[in-house]
């Protein structure tokens, strides 16, 4: 069964401070894995790929198949970053499923 | 990017109605069209993918009857709660493959608030 975790419900972490928000996943075959991110009171939007290997707003995710993972990084958390992140599964038929979601809080 | 507009963005209604939320691709066509409900503090569930031209596919433990899903053209996707209930309330958002952008990218309307009295 398809199935994504993010244990974290919460991260908070002051500003310059490196971040990593934990995603593991479950499933068959071969996923596509994205993270999306909702900023306050806007809408969910992409954040990265993983068959795209970029990084965006200083943001990296690296697929881990042996561990099942898809954690995304950041060497250096601005206040800006402070938003919803939520790590996606898409399997057959473009059908994607999410995390529960991880509150980023960057502190001054 | 590509832009997925949601109507109405909130939307109260009397327990026993029924209430249509519609999804639109404003600059691209959409074959597929994926609607999903979130409770607050929660994650998104998926309910439904719509297709163009035929039947939604539901996700397990969604009632069809219930939530109607229509996709009459390649821009337009409606999702009708049918004689709501308080326990229908929640925030129901919509999403869309654009066939112009490499990737196969998706892309999300800003969401739906539906409050059911």
């Known amino acids: 069964a398809q199935r994504v975790t993010q244990p974290e419900k919460l991260l908070s972490v002051f500003k310059g401070a490196p971040v990593e928000l934990k995603c593991n996943y479950s499933?068959?075959?071969?996923?596509?894995l994205f993270w999306y991110v909702q900023y306050s009171r806007q809408r969910l939007q992409l954040l990265l790929r993983?068959?795209s290997r970029e990084s965006i707003k200083g943001f990296t995710a690296d697929l881990n198949k042996g561990e099942t993972s898809f954690h995304l990084k950041k060497p250096f958390a601005q206040e800006e970053d402070s938003a919803m992140y939520y790590c996606?599964?898409?399997?057959?038929?473009?059908?994607?499923?999410f995390g529960a979601g991880t509150r980023l809080f960057v502190k001054a | 990017g590509a832009v997925v507009s949601q109507h109405p963005s909130w939307v109260i209604c009397k327990s026993g109605t029924s209430v249509k939320i519609e999804c639109r691709s404003l600059?691209?066509?959409?074959?597929?069209m994926f609607w999903y409900r979130q409770f607050p503090k929660q994650s998104l569930m998926l309910m439904a993918t719509?297709?163009?031209?035929?039947?939604?596919?539901?996700e397990q433990g969604v009632e069809k009857d219930k939530f109607l899903i229509n996709h009459a053209s390649l821009t337009l996707s409606t999702l009708t709660v049918t004689s709501a209930h308080p326990e229908d309330s929640s925030f129901y958002i919509c999403?869309?493959?654009?066939?112009?952008?490499?990737?196969?990218?998706?892309?999300f309307g800003e969401g739906s608030w539906l409050t059911v009295v």
């Open positions: 999403s869309a493959i654009s066939d112009r952008h490499s990737g196969n990218t998706i892309y």
């Open positions: 499933y068959s075959g071969s996923p596509e």
């Open positions: 993983h068959i």
């Open positions: 996606a599964l898409r399997g057959g038929g473009f059908k994607t499923i």
């Open positions: 600059d691209f066509q959409a074959t597929t």
């Open positions: 719509s297709n163009e031209g035929s039947k939604a596919t539901y």
